[in-house]
């Protein structure tokens, strides 16, 4: 059974940081992807960041280049988004997905559907 735990969202005021943490469980994720999304009040999931866990690349959606970095602890089952500059439109539940193949082409993995695994999800409030 995976399990994707998130941590690490609150309140922050515009310009600030905050990172959030990712644990995963259940499965040996050398094969996988995992991704970060975000969803605002009444709008889409929108596809945040993403990182191959057994080369380290990563993809990222255009509103967060050169803001936010995905990384991933491997000995600790951990990705983590490092989340800089932050503005208010950042604000939304950010929730951390996990998928089994590493091997599609990069826009594969921006659409929330190509993912099997979902966290429960951490709020990011950015102040203005």
């Known amino acids: 059974q995976v399990q994707l735990v998130e941590s690490g969202g609150g309140l922050v005021q515009a310009g600030g940081s905050l990172r959030l943490s990712c644990a995963a469980s259940g499965r040996t994720f050398s094969s996988y992807v995992m991704g970060w999304f975000r969803q605002a009040p009444g709008k889409e999931r929108e596809f945040v960041a993403a990182i191959t866990w057994i080369t380290g690349t990563t993809y990222y959606g255009d509103s967060v280049k050169g803001r936010f970095t995905i990384s991933r602890a491997n000995a600790k089952n951990t990705v983590y988004l490092q989340m800089n500059s932050l503005k208010p439109e950042d604000t939304a539940v950010y929730y951390c997905?996990?998928?089994?193949?590493?091997?599609?082409?990069?826009?594969?993995?921006?659409?929330?559907?190509?993912?099997?695994?979902w966290g429960q999800g951490t709020q990011v409030t950015v102040s203005s």
């Open positions: 997905a996990a998928q089994e193949d590493y091997s599609r082409p990069w826009v594969y993995y921006r659409e929330p559907r190509h993912y099997d695994y």
